[in-house]
């Protein structure tokens, strides 16, 4: 049973990738619209000050923007392959199983990269988006992405017996 919850878990983590990388396709002008408030450092009223300058290139934010959807699909695929691999080999040893996570705890990891590293190291941390009511929601929902992910990363990294 743990290697189903595990399994199922990882699933999620897949689906929650390709989610959000779905919506921001399907709602590509107001992502970018999103992701270029954030960049411009507009409404920063409590820390008006920042060590990086405004960005405002439409080429520039839609590159940000890129790379935000193609970490987010690579959520989707990398943990969705896993969670396919590890169901394959559910019923084989704890050495094959424990081997077979790989993909897993690549699609886990790269939602860390995603949501900790891209929203809240560097969307928060760099571009303070935490000072705007539009910011500080982006960066709830990341925190809640990144850290529902590491546990289920971590889980999955337990050995199998």
């Known amino acids: 049973m743990i290697r189903i919850l595990?399994?199922?878990?990882?699933?999620?983590?897949?689906?929650?990738?390709?989610?959000y990388f779905v919506e921001n396709i399907l709602n590509w002008e107001a992502?970018?619209?999103?992701?270029?408030?954030?960049?411009?450092l507009?409404?920063?009223?409590?820390y008006p000050n920042s060590f990086v300058p405004p960005i405002t290139n439409p080429a520039l934010v839609t590159m940000t923007l890129v790379i935000i959807v193609t970490g987010e699909l690579l959520v989707g695929?990398?943990?969705?392959?896993?969670?396919?691999?590890?169901?394959?080999?559910?019923?084989?040893?704890?050495?094959?199983?424990n081997n077979a996570k790989t993909l897993a705890?690549?699609?886990?990891?790269?939602?860390?990269?995603?949501?900790?590293?891209l929203f809240t190291v560097i969307g928060a941390g760099v571009f303070q988006m935490w000072q705007t009511p539009a910011g500080g929601m982006s960066m709830?929902?990341?925190?809640?992405y990144y850290l529902s992910s590491g546990i289920v990363l971590?889980?999955?990294?337990?050995?199998?017996?």
């Open 6 to 19: 595990k399994i199922v878990l990882v699933a999620f983590v897949a689906l929650q990738g390709l989610t």
């Open 31 to 40: 992502a970018k619209g999103a992701v270029g408030y954030v960049l411009s």
């Open 42 to 46: 507009a409404d920063h009223n409590v």
């Open 77 to 97: 695929v990398l943990a969705g392959l896993g969670a396919l691999r590890l169901l394959s080999v559910a019923g084989k040893s704890a050495e094959e199983f």
């Open 105 to 117: 705890l690549l699609g886990c990891g790269m939602a860390l990269v995603v949501w900790f590293g």
């Open 140 to 144: 709830e929902g990341a925190m809640t």
């Open 154 to 161: 971590l889980f999955l990294n337990m050995p199998d017996r």
